[in-house]
């Protein structure tokens, strides 16, 4: 059964996307078999990836019941299996108001998860019932956040999210911890935010992860282009702290034990 694992933040802009991919990304490269499932509805891991889901089958459809999972699944040669998404899933929330709706995720990647050793789930900038999905059917969460000071208030509200989902939902829920994107180490503003961070995931039984990511014209250029970052340029300062962030993960164990 792969190991899932939920990229959330309900503030946009932090590197959710960014970090779904490079992680991915680095994992493939590892030689791990990696799903992603692009859960926003703005579509940009799936453009990033050069895959084009209007009109064909996409995380919509498999949500909705109209496709089965593993049909909705795009294969790329570049860049790791990815269920991409479109606009329709903005719809979902109005659509569906019944009772279990949070668990139509969960269901969808139960049918294929043992095709995987990790799925991982980008998710859109907002609390919504897309974001539930995704903590619903999770085993761990990474919370990508900017150094500044509104990406740290906004990580409350996001903490009592994953409370209730673990109250309610998903018990076994874990948040692995906080991740800092585009991090100046040199700057006294960015290590003041790095240990008020420090205390936050105290309180949310969790750490800041020792891997910062490093600000990256380059990573930029390769979504852009529509191009896998390990080819587009691998010697990069970005794509190093993501397979240090992968090989943290994998020291802790943290994507091994189930």
Do not use: W
Request: hydrophobic letters at 40%; charged letters at 20%.
């Amino acid at each position: 059964m792969a190991k899932t694992i939920c990229i959330t933040n309900q503030k946009g802009g932090v590197g959710k996307t960014t970090t779904t991919g490079c992680l991915a990304a680095c994992l493939k490269q590892k030689g791990f078999k990696v799903l992603c499932i692009d859960l926003d509805p703005q579509g940009n891991l799936s453009f990033s990836c050069g895959v084009n889901s209007e009109g064909s089958a996409s995380i919509y459809e498999v949500l909705t019941g109209e496709c089965k999972t593993n049909f909705a699944v795009r294969p790329t040669t570049s860049f790791f299996d990815i269920i991409p998404s479109n606009l329709l899933l903005s719809g979902i929330e109005i659509e569906y108001t019944g009772s279990g709706r949070e668990y139509l995720l969960k269901n969808a990647l139960s049918i294929i998860s043992d095709r995987y050793d990790y799925i991982l789930i980008d998710t859109p900038p907002a609390l919504s019932i897309l974001t539930v999905n995704a903590l619903a059917a999770c085993d761990i969460v990474i919370i990508p956040m900017l150094a500044d000071i509104f990406s740290l208030q906004g990580i409350a509200k996001l903490a009592d999210t994953i409370a209730r989902v673990r109250a309610y939902v998903n018990p076994d829920i874990k948040v692995e911890g906080i991740l800092l994107t585009k991090y100046n180490p040199r700057t006294i503003l960015s290590k003041e935010i790095k240990a008020t961070t420090a205390m936050v995931a105290s309180e949310m039984k969790t750490k800041v992860f020792k891997t910062t990511i490093r600000t990256s014209v380059v990573l930029m250029e390769a979504q852009a282009n529509q191009e896998s970052i390990l080819k587009y340029q691998s010697k990069n300062t970005a794509i190093e702290d993501y397979m240090n962030l992968a090989d943290e993960l994998l020291e802790n164990r943290s994507l091994i034990d189930q």
